[in-house]
């Protein structure tokens, strides 16, 4: 498991860039809305932010013995939720949405992966059992 951190520090232009592609793939009133968010922060609570969201990606790694849909893990993932508070309001569909995009997409599931390499697809498990009882 690594202990790197997950989220790099990008430069501003960067972030741009990143924000940019999400508009093009995504839905970019959120993107921009989440982006404007993000600026708003200061470097320390951006600092705090990403800490915080490594944690919650290492807890997960720890926690995959005990299966995706074991109290221990659930609640992971309700953190996980909460953290992405920060950027917008998930909606179960975007939570489904992200837990499909984590084994679909090359560069999610090398960044996730970094912490574990079955992390992607665990996460996957995890968080479409999670937004079934959210929808329960």
Not at 61 to 77: D, F, L, R
Not at 96 to 125: K, R
Request: hydrophobic content about 40%; aromatic content about 12%.
């Amino acid at each position: 498991m690594s202990k790197k951190p997950m989220f790099g520090q990008w430069t501003e232009a960067e972030e741009d860039q990143y924000s940019d592609e999400a508009a093009r793939r995504w839905d970019e009133k959120t993107v921009r809305q989440s982006q404007k968010l993000w600026k708003s922060y200061s470097a320390e609570k951006k600092q705090q932010i990403k800490d915080e969201g490594g944690t919650i990606y290492v807890d997960l790694a720890a926690a995959m013995p005990q299966g995706a849909e074991s109290a221990a893990v659930q609640a992971i993932i309700a953190r996980w939720h909460q953290h992405l508070r920060y950027f917008y309001e998930p909606t179960p569909e975007i939570l489904a949405g992200l837990g499909h995009l984590y084994t679909s997409d090359p560069a999610f599931q090398e960044n996730i992966g970094a912490v574990h390499p079955d992390l992607p697809a665990f996460m996957e498990v995890a968080i479409t059992h999670y937004v079934e009882q959210l929808k329960a």
